[in-house]
C-alpha cells in the first residue's frame, strides 16, 4: 500500500494527493466520502488516517512500485501479468491493450524501469521482443528447456554432458537408463541433478549420433545382470568417442557428396570430364 | 529394387565399353523402350538388318537380352527382344566373381567361370576343349561347379509368354518403376518363363539323354513353327547342342550372404559373424530366391558343425554359438525344434541406412545427421519444434536444414493447418523410404558412371606417356605416370566399393 500526504490548501486537513492499495479498499473510500463532491479526488482525514494506519501494518509490502502505477501503465501491467509464465510478444501487446504508441512506449519503459516486467528471450522467434512479468519464472516454451542458456542452445554444456554419459556408458558396457543416472549423480561432476526426461534427452542424442546403440537385453552374457527384454545401451566405439561414423561408398568419393550432381552430365558444362571436385581428389 | 534413369545410362555405358557403339545403340533402344521386335529394332536404331542382327546375338549370347514371343489365339507369332538390365550390370562383377570361385575352388573351376564369363554360354565340349583344359579333370570340375550351382543350363532360346494380362506393365523404365510393390515386370516374367525347370538347370545327362530331356524345352522355337520377323538364331535352338554359363544369381547371392556376414561383423562382432556364415553356408543350395528375407531354418547342432569346421570357429564352444545365435535371432526367429533362422532382410536394412545416413552426415552435416536418423525410425511425422527439440539442434537452425533435405528429396514435408481460436501452421516431415532409397540408388548409378567416364578421361590424357618406353618416363613425365598409376588405383577401388552399395541397394 503506498499512500503520499499532503496539507490541503482549501481546509489545511492532511489529505492523501495519490494513493494507491488494493483496489478494494480505494473504492470503499470513495464511495463513503461526503467530501467527494466538495473536492473531487480528496480523501478525508480519518481516512487517511487509517490508511496510514493500515500501511504500517503491511510495511513489507508498501514499497510495491506495482502500487504507483498510471492507469495506462496498470492496463499494460495487467495484460502481461495474465500471460504469466508465457510472457507476451510487443505487438500482440499493442493489439490486446489498444493504447497509442507514445504512451504504449512509455508505459513499457517504466514498467521496466520498474522491474515489474523484464524482456525475454522467445527461442522460438528470436527477433521478437517478448516480456515476461517478473514475478514469473519464463516457461519452458520460451526459454527452450534445461539445455538453453539466454535464449541460446548451450552447445557447450551439452557437449560436455554427452560426453560423460558416454563414459559412463562405456564403462558399465550395457547400462540402462537409471544405471546411467547412477553413475553421473555419483560422479558429483554436475551441480544439478538430471531429470528423467533430461537424461532420456542426452542418450537419445547419442543414439542418433550414432555413439551408442539401443539394444534390448536378453538376459544373457553381458546382459545377464538385466532383465529380458528391457532397453539398454551400449557404446559404439571405443570410449563412446565421437565422430567415428562409418564412411560409406558414396560419402567417399566426389560424386557422392556433390552438390552439383543433378546438373551434371556426361557432356555438359559439368562433367566428370571437367570436374573440379575431381581434380583436386585426385590431386596427389 | 528396379533400375532407375542413371541405371539404364550406366548399363548403356557398360555394353558401350565391352562391345563397342552398334551394339550399345540396340541395347539403349531396349532399356529405354521396353521389349521391341526385330523391325521396330531396325526402325529406331536407323542400322541396317544385318547390324541388328548381329548385335542381338552378341547381346544374347553374353546373356543381356532374351527373345520371346506371346502366345497369341489368332495372327502369326512375332518374336520380341527384351534386354536384361541386371545380367549387363553384373558384368561389372566379374571380378568379384572369380574372387567367390577362387575362394571355393580349385583352379581350375575359376577356369571354367572365366570361360564361360568371357563367352557367355558354352557347350561342355567347348569347356572341355577351352585353352586351360586336361579333359579328365575339367569335366570333374565342371561337375563340381554345376552341383554347387555356379553353372547353369542357358534357359529357353525363345520364351513364350501366356498372353499378356492387362496389369502387367508394358514398358519398363524409370517412369514405370512405381515403387514399394513393384509389380512383375515384363523382364521377370520372360526370365522366369525362359528359365529351364527347376530338375533341368543343374543337371548333367550325358550328351545323348541331354537330347531326350533337353528337347523339350527348345523345341518350341524350331521346326515349322518359324515365325516371320524372328532372327535365324540356329545356333542357340539347335536342340542338338545343350549350352552352359555361369548362374549369376548364385554368385550374386554369395556376395549377398557375405555382405551380411561382414555387417555383422561390424555391428556385432567376429563370433556372431562367424555363426551367420556357418548358417548361411549350410543352408546355401536350399535358398529359393536370391531376396530371401529369413534364412532357411537350420538346427543348432549343423551349425556348430559347420562352425567348428572353420579355423576361425574350432575354438568356440556350444554356449559361445549360442550366445552369438541369441545376438543373431529374435525368439520367434527360432522353432520349437530349435531351428535357428535370421532375419536378412533386417541385417541388410541397416546396412542401406548406414549407407545413407553417412551421405547425408558428409553432405549436410552433423545436425542434418541426427534429424534424418530420427526421422527414419519415427512411426509418423515430426513437427518442426519437436525435431529441434529431440535432436538438441538450434530452433532457428533446424527449418533451414530440413529444407535443404527436403529439397535434395532425402524429405517429405507436409503442411497441416490447424484452424481453431488462432490460425497456425505447422510443417511436419518425414523421411519415406522407398522414395529416398530410390533417389539414392539413383545417385549411385550417376556417380559409378562418372566414376567410368573419369577413369576414361584420365586414361586418355596419359595416352602418350604411356605408349613411351618405361625408361622413357623420367622427369616430369615419371611424375604424371605415377599420377595416373595412383589414380587408376584409387578409383578402381572406388568402384568396387560403389558396385558393392549397387548390389547392396538394388540386388540383395
Ligand atoms: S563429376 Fe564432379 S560435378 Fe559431376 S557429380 Fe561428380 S563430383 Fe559432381
Not at chain 1, 102 to 113: E, H, S
Not at chain 2, 134 to 158: I, M, Q
Amino acid at each position: 500500500m503506498f499512500c503520499r500526504l499532503k496539507v490541503c490548501n482549501f481546509c489545511n486537513s492532511l489529505r492523501a494527493s495519490s494513493f494507491s492499495s488494493a483496489e478494494q479498499s480505494f473504492t470503499v473510500v470513495l464511495g463513503e466520502t461526503k467530501n467527494e463532491r466538495e473536492a473531487p479526488g480528496a480523501i478525508p482525514v480519518y481516512l487517511v488516517h487509517w490508511i496510514i494506519a493500515m500501511s504500517k501494518r503491511k510495511q513489507p509490502d508498501s514499497s510495491s512500485p506495482a502500487d504507483s502505477l498510471s492507469q495506462n501503465e496498470r492496463i499494460l501491467y495487467n495484460v502481461i501479468h495474465g500471460k504469466q509464465d508465457m510472457g507476451i510478444w510487443t505487438r500482440d501487446m499493442k493489439k490486446e491493450t489498444n493504447l497509442p504508441d507514445k504512451v504504449f512506449n512509455a508505459a513499457l519503459k517504466t514498467l521496466q524501469a520498474k522491474k515489474l516486467i523484464q524482456e525475454v528471450v522467445n527461442v522460438q522467434s528470436k527477433g521478437r521482443k517478448h516480456y515476461i512479468a517478473t514475478e514469473f519464472e519464463p516457461s519452458k516454451e520460451l526459454t527452450g528447456g534445461a539445455w538453453y542458456s539466454e535464449g541460446k542452445l548451450d552447445k557447450d554444456y551439452i557437449n560436455l554432458v554427452k560426453d560423460q554419459f558416454a563414459k559412463m556408458i562405456y564403462q558399465q558396457k550395457v547400462a540402462t537408463l537409471e544405471g546411467i543416472a547412477d553413475a553421473i549423480r555419483k560422479t558429483k561432476i554436475f551441480k544439478t541433478e538430471f531429470t528423467k526426461q533430461q537424461t532420456e534427452e542426452i542418450v537419445r542424442d547419442l543414439v542418433l549420433d550414432n555413439r551408442v546403440m539401443e539394444v534390448k537385453s536378453t538376459g544373457m552374457g553381458e546382459f545377464a545382470s538385466i532383465q529380458i527384454g528391457k532397453v539398454c545401451y551400449k557404446c559404439k566405439s571405443k570410449g563412446g568417442t565421437r565422430g567415428e561414423t562409418k564412411v560409406g561408398a558414396m560419402a567417399s568419393i566426389p560424386c557422392g557428396v556433390c552438390p552439383r550432381i543433378s546438373q551434371c552430365t556426361p557432356d555438359g558444362i559439368i562433367s566428370p570430364s571437367t570436374c573440379v571436385y575431381f581434380a583436386k581428389w585426385l590431386d596427389f | 529394387m528396379p533400375a532407375t534413369h542413371f541405371g539404364v545410362k550406366y548399363a548403356v555405358h557398360i555394353i558401350t565399353s565391352h562391345f563397342g557403339n552398334l551394339v550399345a545403340k540396340v541395347c539403349e533402344n531396349l532399356l529405354k523402350r521396353g521389349p521391341l521386335t526385330l523391325r521396330l529394332l531396325i526402325g529406331f536404331t536407323e542400322l541396317t538388318p544385318q547390324q541388328v542382327k548381329n548385335s542381338l546375338l552378341i547381346l544374347i549370347q553374353h546373356n543381356c537380352v532374351q527373345p520371346f514371343s506371346v502366345d497369341q489365339a489368332e495372327g502369326p507369332k512375332v518374336t520380341q527382344y527384351v534386354a536384361l538390365i541386371d545380367n549387363i550390370l553384373h558384368r561389372w562383377r566379374f571380378a568379384k566373381f572369380m574372387t567367390v570361385v577362387s575362394q571355393e575352388f580349385d583352379k581350375e573351376c575359376e577356369l571354367i567361370i572365366k570361360d564361360l564369363l568371357e563367352n557367355g554360354r558354352l557347350t561342355l565340349k567347348q569347356i572341355t576343349e577351352g585353352e586351360y583344359a586336361v579333359k579328365d579333370t575339367v569335366e570333374k570340375s565342371f561337375l563340381k561347379l554345376v552341383n554347387a550351382h555356379f553353372v547353369e543350363r542357358c534357359p529357353a532360346p525363345e520364351a513364350v509368354l501366356e498372353e499378356a494380362s492387362k496389369d502387367a506393365p508394358k514398358k519398363r523404365g524409370p517412369k514405370s518403376s512405381k515403387i514399394v510393390e513393384v509389380p512383375e515386370t515384363i523382364e521377370q516374367r520372360v526370365v522366369a518363363v525362359a528359365a529351364p525347370s527347376a530338375a533341368m538347370r543343374f543337371s548333367i545327362l550325358t550328351d545323348s539323354e541331354t537330347d531326350a530331356h533337353g528337347g523339350s524345352s527348345s523345341s518350341m522355337s524350331t521346326g515349322d513353327k518359324r515365325k516371320h520377323d524372328a532372327l535365324e538364331l540356329d545356333e542357340f535352338a539347335n536342340n542338338e547342342v545343350v549350352l552352359w554359363r555361369a548362374n549369376f544369381e548364385e554368385f550374386i547371392r554369395c556376395l549377398r550372404h557375405k555382405a551380411c556376414v561382414e555387417n555383422v561383423r561390424a555391428r556385432l562382432d567376429d563370433g556372431a559373424a562367424l555363426v551367420l556364415r556357418a548358417m548361411l553356408k549350410s543352408t546355401r543350395t536350399a535358398e529359393k530366391k536370391v531376396k530371401t528375407e529369413n534364412s532357411v531354418p537350420v538346427s543348432f547342432s549343423t551349425i556348430y558343425e559347420e562352425v567348428i569346421n572353420s579355423e576361425a570357429g574350432r575354438n568356440l564352444t556350444c554356449d559361445r554359438v549360442k550366445a552369438s545365435l541369441s545376438l543373431l535371432c529374435d525368439e520367434r526367429d527360432v522353432d520349437e525344434d530349435e531351428s535357428y533362422s535370421v532375419d536378412l532382410k533386417k541385417i541388410l536394412e541397416l546396412a542401406q541406412n548406414d549407407e545413407v545416413e553417412s551421405i547425408v552426415l558428409k553432405r549436410y552435416g552433423r545436425d542434418a545427421y541426427k534429424m534424418f536418423r530420427l526421422l527414419s525410425t519415427s512411426s509418423r511425422a515430426l513437427e518442426t519444434d519437436k525435431i529441434s527439440d529431440m535432436t538438441l539442434v538450434e530452433k532457428k537452425e533446424t527449418p533451414t536444414i530440413l529444407y535443404k533435405l527436403w529439397n535434395d528429396e532425402y524429405l517429405l514435408m507436409e503442411r497441416l493447418a490447424v484452424t481453431g481460436a488462432r490460425q497456425a501452421q505447422f510443417l511436419v516431415w518425414k523421411v519415406d523410404r522407398p522414395i529416398v532409397w530410390k533417389h539414392v540408388l539413383d545417385e549411385m548409378f550417376h556417380a559409378a558412371l562418372n566414376l567410368s567416364l573419369r577413369l576414361a578421361y584420365e586414361d586418355e590424357q596419359i595416352k602418350e606417356v604411356q605408349l613411351l618406353p618405361a625408361h622413357k618416363r623420367t622427369g616430369p613425365l615419371g611424375k604424371q605416370w605415377q599420377r595416373f598409376r595412383n589414380v587408376v588405383y584409387v578409383m578402381h577401388a572406388s568402384q568396387l566399393k560403389i558396385d558393392d552399395a549397387i548390389m547392396l541397394f538394388h540386388d540383395f
